[in-house]
C-alpha cells in the first residue's frame, strides 16, 4: 500500500446536468476537471475505485465519474497531508475556474478540489 496524493484528469464530453449528493444539482460544462484527492491508506486502491462504474457513491467526485471519463492519474508518493497544498497548485494554473464550490472540500478550508479548464491543462508530474 503506497501512501499519498492524486490528481484526476477528467473530461465531460458535454455539458452535463449532475445532482451532487447533499451538495445539491450543478451545470458541469463539457471539458476537462482535475480532481486533487488523497489515499494516505494506499493510492493502488483508491485509483481503482475511482474507475470502477459499479460503486456505493461515497464521495462528491463519484458522481462526476458517472457521466465522464478519466483521462490520466497524477501521484505523489507521501505520507503527508499535502493534498490542500497540491491542489492550491492545480487551482493557480492558468484558465482554471472552480465549477463547484465546496466539492471535495468539506473538511478543509480550500474553495473546492475540483477545478475546470475548457482545455486539456498541462498539468506539471511535479509540484
Known amino acids: 500500500m503506497t501512501p499519498g496524493i492524486y490528481h484526476l484528469l477528467i ?3 458535454q455539458d452535463t446536468t449532475i445532482q451532487v449528493g447533499k451538495l445539491g444539482s450543478f451545470r458541469f460544462p463539457a471539458g476537462y476537471y482535475v480532481y486533487t484527492g488523497s489515499a494516505l491508506n494506499g ?3 483508491r485509483i481503482a475505485r475511482h474507475f470502477r462504474r459499479r460503486k456505493r457513491f461515497h464521495w462528491h467526485i463519484d458522481y ?3 457521466h465522464s471519463r478519466i483521462v ?3 501521484t505523489y ?6 493534498e490542500c497544498h ?3 497548485k492545480i487551482l493557480a494554473l492558468s484558465g482554471c475556474k472552480i465549477p463547484v464550490k465546496s466539492f471535495g472540500s468539506s ?3 480550500c474553495p473546492s478540489h475540483l477545478a475546470y479548464f475548457n482545455r486539456n491543462p498541462d498539468i506539471p508530474r511535479h509540484l
Open 11 to 13: 473530461h465531460l464530453p
Open 43 to 45: 493510492l493502488e486502491s
Open 64 to 66: 462526476l465519474l458517472q
Open 72 to 74: 490520466d492519474v497524477i
Open 77 to 82: 508518493r507521501t505520507t503527508e497531508r499535502l
Open 86 to 88: 497540491f491542489n492550491q
Open 107 to 109: 473538511d478543509c478550508s
